[in-house]
């Protein structure tokens, strides 16, 4: 069953402009997760936010987490074409550091 | 440098044939997982592992099973393949005590039942 479902499920804009995708989840988490997936490849690890942090940067990204809406939003700025891909949010919770992903957002960047 | 290895890109099997999907990583973790991914429908997560010889249900168990013998590997098999398994196939590990560690995937094998 999934968790976490992201908005929008596409999204198309211009080398150099922002990127936001948004994910909402229904149930206590331990933490929130972004992977990105080029075309027909497996997921690539983007960025890890604890339950108790509210905003992580690493490089171009931003992720918030806001656990009262049981919300989270990843910012890519800058965006280049090489960042066309899916990008996922998955949410830990229990044990095992089982995650349950999300459907994805589609993200094409322009040259 | 790759970490988690699936043994095949694209694998094209007949309906009723036994199928094994190989997955093996080289950072010691303790984790493993098969996820299957399919359009709209994201990843659903079959089976995992916490420790050699023990596996647990995901979501999804039916038509499936797993063995792992070995810490670093952890093999999905398909009893039975039907067509409705055809399907993106996704292994995936992390660290035991590590709840600020995300997953390492695979490359996936994209598997086709005829």
């Known amino acids: 069953s999934q968790q976490g479902e992201e908005d929008p499920q596409a999204l198309s804009i211009q080398e150099g402009e922002n990127a936001t995708m948004n994910c909402s989840y229904k149930?206590?988490?331990?933490?929130l997760q972004w992977y990105r997936q080029n075309s027909g490849r497996g997921l690539v690890h983007l960025i890890l936010?604890?339950?108790?942090?509210r905003e992580k940067h690493s490089g171009r990204l931003r992720v918030t987490l806001d656990t009262s809406k049981k919300s989270s939003s990843l910012l890519i700025t800058a965006s280049r074409a090489a960042d066309t891909a899916s990008y996922f949010c998955?949410?830990?919770?229990?044990?095992?550091?089982?995650?349950?992903f999300g459907i994805g957002t589609k993200l094409q960047v322009i040259p | 440098d790759v970490k988690v290895t699936q043994s095949s890109r694209y694998l094209v099997k007949r309906t009723g044939e036994k199928v094994f999907l190989e997955c093996v990583q080289d950072?010691?973790?303790?984790?493993m997982f098969w996820y299957r991914q399919d359009p709209g429908l994201g990843l659903r997560l079959i089976y995992f592992?916490?420790?050699?010889?023990?596996?647990e249900k995901g979501d999804i168990p039916e038509g499936y099973s797993v063995s792992r013998e070995k810490k670093e590997r952890f093999s999905l098999i398909l009893e039975s393949a039907s067509t409705n398994q055809t399907s993106m196939y996704l292994c995936?590990?992390?660290?035991?005590?590590?709840?600020?560690?995300?997953?390492?995937f695979g490359s996936g094998t994209r598997l086709t039942v005829v």
């Open positions: 995936a590990s992390s660290p035991r005590d590590r709840g600020d560690y995300g997953y390492t």
């Open positions: 149930t206590s988490i331990n933490n």
């Open positions: 936010i604890r339950s108790n942090e």
């Open positions: 998955a949410t830990g919770f229990g044990g095992y550091q089982k995650v349950t």
């Open positions: 950072m010691d973790h303790e984790n």
């Open positions: 592992s916490y420790d050699v010889k023990m596996k």
